[in-house]
């Protein structure tokens, strides 16, 4: 039997509320399958770590998280006590030292879900959204100067690599063929001449090597409009750091709701674990209310098994969500009253119900 080790780490906020339904679907298919086993281990960091710690992880975080086969994120953060370049900060040092360069965040509108776009449904939304995520305008480059004065000034860098580029195009591109053959590339060279010259310039050249995938560009002002106007059109788009965060964003409402909008940090080599996670933030209004939806965190966790090599037990939990949302189970944010446990219900007992 197959066994994978796997890092939990629920975080802040609803974080540890998807994640605990999350988990109990993996578990649940585990046991229906009986063709492998998760060996979980559980992190305690975040918000109350740093209260009975002063830091959000400890300093030897990545060491303890480099053995494992994947990490399964729930949500971080709780700006009114702590800042959010804080709790956010291990999340990028763990995107980056385990060179998770490729952000892959689908958006789908499932049937029985409606989108916020009048006259649309699923046929028209099923875009995968690939984020370069080591680099561009998140990295820690730049500073403060004549701080304090009124002469201040601030400068953050950003960089850009050919290497970086070219990966997570290939990246792209690659999926393309395993889906509609369309890759729409995020630039903005019109303005950023150096950075996104270099994006475009790369694009052309590998180009001829996927004759069979139609490549374009768009700059990611209009491809915005367009993900509005006309969804239809998109199949995988490949975006800078930045530009992949609000496109993702943007994605998941047009998918149905933040809710249902699942992500992952990959490492394609498998050099270094990934990191699975939704999309959504720890939603500090409505934590401990147990009304948060865990869908999101449940199709990150099937993409998680997807990663894996698991692609039948992926697509069993997908499956149990699409029957659960046709059959009408419905959180708050969907319109409907369900809690998140009896979300989790809803999913499990279709999981059973295809056994």
């Known amino acids: 039997m197959r066994e994978f080790a ?25 046991r229906l399958r009986g063709e492998f086993r998760f060996r979980m281990t559980e992190f305690d960091w975040g918000l109350r770590h740093f209260h009975a710690n002063g830091s959000v992880v400890p300093s030897d975080f990545l060491d303890r998280l480099r053995g494992f086969d994947a990490i399964l994120l729930g949500a971080v953060g709780w700006p009114a006590t702590l800042p959010d370049h804080l709790t956010l900060e291990p999340l990028v040092r763990i995107r980056q030292a385990f060179d998770q360069y490729a952000c ?9 879900v409606r989108s916020l776009l009048a006259d649309r449904g699923p046929s028209d939304i099923d875009m995968l959204v690939i984020r370069e995520n080591t680099e561009g305008e998140y990295v820690d480059n730049g500073g403060f100067f004549r701080r304090g004065t009124p002469d201040e000034f601030a400068v953050q860098t950003a960089v850009h690599t050919r290497r970086g580029v070219e990966r997570i195009l290939r990246y792209g ?4 063929r395993r889906r509609r053959r369309k890759l729409t590339m995020a ?11 270099l994006w475009d310039e790369t694009l052309e050249r590998l180009a001829p090597e996927y004759a069979d995938v139609r490549v374009e560009r768009q700059h990611c002002d209009a491809l915005i409009m367009n993900f509005v106007r006309s969804p239809q059109q ?15 964003d943007l994605g998941g409402i047009l998918g149905g709701g933040l809710g249902l909008a ?4 990959v490492n394609p080599e498998r050099t270094f674990p990934s990191m699975f996670e939704p999309v959504h933030g720890s939603a500090p209004d409505i934590a401990g209310q147990h009304i948060a939806n865990p869908v999101a965190a449940i199709l990150s966790a099937a993409m998680m098994l997807d990663h894996l090599g698991l692609d039948a037990a992926a697509a069993q939990v997908r499956s149990a969500v699409e029957r659960a949302l046709v059959n009408g189970a419905r959180t708050r944010d969907l319109g409907g009253l369900l809690a998140t446990d009896a979300m989790g219900d809803a999913i499990v007992q279709q999981l059973q119900r295809a056994d």
Not at 7 to 29: C, K, M, N, S
Not at 104 to 112: E, F, H, K
Not at 173 to 176: E, F, P, Q, T, V
Not at 187 to 197: H, M, V
């Open 187 to 197: 630039t903005k060279s019109n303005a950023q001449r150096y950075a996104y010259l």
């Open 262 to 265: 699942p992500s992952c940090n």
């Open 104 to 112: 892959v965040r689908p958006a789908r509108l499932y049937p029985g």
């Open 173 to 176: 591109l690659d999926r393309a």
């Open 234 to 248: 998109f199949d995988v788009v490949v975006a800078s750091n930045l530009f992949g965060d609000l496109l993702t």
């Open 6 to 30: 796997i890092a939990v780490y629920p975080g802040d906020g609803i974080g540890p509320e998807v994640t605990e339904q999350a988990v109990r679907v993996l578990r649940e298919v585990e």
